[in-house]
């Protein structure tokens, strides 16, 4: 027996593409073939003999040659179709028929299928009779399922001398085996050939085919499955709707909660089930647009028209696209969270009752605690000051110790007024621009006495130069003071604190404050936790005593309203060093908002200024506040901004307007600056004098360096004005 490998047609010129049907995961069960295990349930389907028989038996008769399906192990799969006569004589002679089907070799295997799913081409067999057959593999991109075998026919005239040699072998006589060989007509080599490559075409499109129909009829099972189980869905509304908001389809649960039988709602628009107020508000166009931009709407709350009466529905819309990437619709889940929203209500209010009967609480112990205090620390200094006759040492020494005491629970009692704060959102910050260093030094010399009692060295560090702060000074103080005072609280004798302050290295907009101490140190655990309500270290515990273990969290609350951050990074034994950032002072930054493109392109700024002048000696602080909201009425927010105070002077006397405008719009300011402040000051103690410059813009740069180039002639102009050496004019 031989078999040679056709060169001229190769199974893989077949195999792609599969006809290309998408699963519900939009994969293609094409891809899917080539990557897993194809299952015998599969394989078996694949390989269904009904399929197969009636395209193998035409085939047979027409190329009038025998014809099989075979597994991949080479045994035939049910008939073999137009068996031919010379093998069929020789077959039913034989006792035992063993090996290929279509070669007289007995007991010689056949190896043509084995070849052929190796090489995906066609393979043709010659046997020892001289019949060939050719046989062609059926493969689905790497599963080798089986092939097909076609042939037992001559390809040309027989041979005399081969056919009685096959006719001892298998006992029989040799002239009618002979007759029957010269009527078998032979097929010639080409159309042999030609009829294989017709036969592996076949064979893979039919494959291809069966391949795709059985997955189509997986694919309706599929659909069929999710469609009864969308319907089943009771307690959301599952509904689709075309790109006009047209609804296409509509599970039980949307006929359950609106109230709508889908032959009623189907083809109809879905604003139907909004308020009529939401209908007037377009809100369903809005949705659907909002969805229709970001892909998907999630958990948007709307009132909807329900069975009997209104509920709020959470609306989660889906956009539903094509391939190329139109929209072909929308999927729309819709849930009632009136129930939901009735009980977050609720647990919302009894929250703020909570919080407000905290509040009230904290605030009442603290206030009555506070008056006491204050008195007891009065009657305390002054009977230390000697005031009110000498002290024996021993007396003297028992009441510095009350007195400290005292003052720990004011500082205590103070903590616990500032949480009730924190928790109800009105403690206040209001920043302005303020000196670091002047700050730092502030505190440095009130915590001085506290830390020269354990002999605690206080320094700083502070680098030259730095830039104001963006923050409220009363809260800058009080967070140092807080850092400073743990650093001596939880340093041994003898130790060291160290504040510095420099611009954040990694962004100059921000100012790093630092308060380093030599003390116990905290675990990485422990940092994670300090900054939290009511934190406090158990290993610390001794010295944590004397505090509530808010300080910190106050700190953290205080440092984040002012746009920054505060973190820790300590040792256990060897110190902690404590961060907090707060923003740089930036006129740029502060005026950004009326100095929009628009605003420079009209090419000049003017910086106008409001010296108020007191008549009657010295004027209170509190009246400035009331000037500001003065000034404030006469200009136009998008366009124009007061300054707040740049110098230090209190109280405040010079306030500075940045307006998006010419002279002859300062004039119009400066009229309504003055007949606003006549009407306010009405018994005429301030005596307002208004100056100002205009500034043209320097055309040609980018729109930042115009903001900057703007503020820092204002800045330097400011600075003049307040130093007295140049008047606006
Ligand atoms: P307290 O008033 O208890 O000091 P804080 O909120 O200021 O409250 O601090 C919380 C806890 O963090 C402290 O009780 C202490 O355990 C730890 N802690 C704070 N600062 C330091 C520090 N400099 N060194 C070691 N531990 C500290």
Redesign the pocket.
Known sequence: MTSEMSERVNSTAYLHPLFPITSPHGMSFADKSTDTELSSRLRDDLLDLDAWGEILATYGKTMRVAVALTDSNGCVLGNLHNAQPVWTLVHDAAHDWIGCSFCINPGVPCTAVAEALASGGVVRTHDQAGLTHVTVPLLLGKHRLGAIIAGQVFDRYPEPLALRHVAKEFGISAQPLWDVARKQRPIGSTVLQASADLLLALGQAFLQQRYASIMEAELAEANGQFRLLVNGVRDHALFTIDPTGRVTSWNGGAQHMFDYPDTKIMGQNFSCIFTFEDVQNHVPEKLLSKAAQAGQVENEECRVRGKQKHFWGDFNITALLEDGGTIRGFAIIVQDVTERRRIAILMEEAKQERGHAQERLLSHVSHELRTPLTAIYLVTTNLLDGLLGDLTPEQHEHLALAVGNVKQMTS?VD?LLDITRVESHKLTVEPQRASLVKLIAEVLSTCHKNASSKSIRLCSDLAVDQPSVWADPIRVRQILT??I???I???PEGGAVTVGSRPLAEDSSLLCIS?S?S????SPE?CEI??DRL???????Q??R??????????RDLVSRQGGRIW?E?QLGH??T?YFTLPAFSLAKLCAHVLTAANLEAGVITLIAVDVVWVEGTVESDIVPEIRSVLERCIHPGQDILLPPLSDAEPEKAFFIVACTDSNGFEVIARRIRRELQSFDTASKLRPAISSTTLLVEPGHSHEERIDGVSVRIERMVQAHLMGKEKLQ
């Open positions: 205590m903590d807080n850092l005072d743990n650093g609280k939880f340093t308060v101490d003390g116990c140190g905290i422990d300090i900054f934190a406090q270290v158990k290993s610390s515990m010295a944590s004397s505090g509530l273990g808010l300080g910190l969290f106050i700190s820790v300590s110190g902690s404590f």
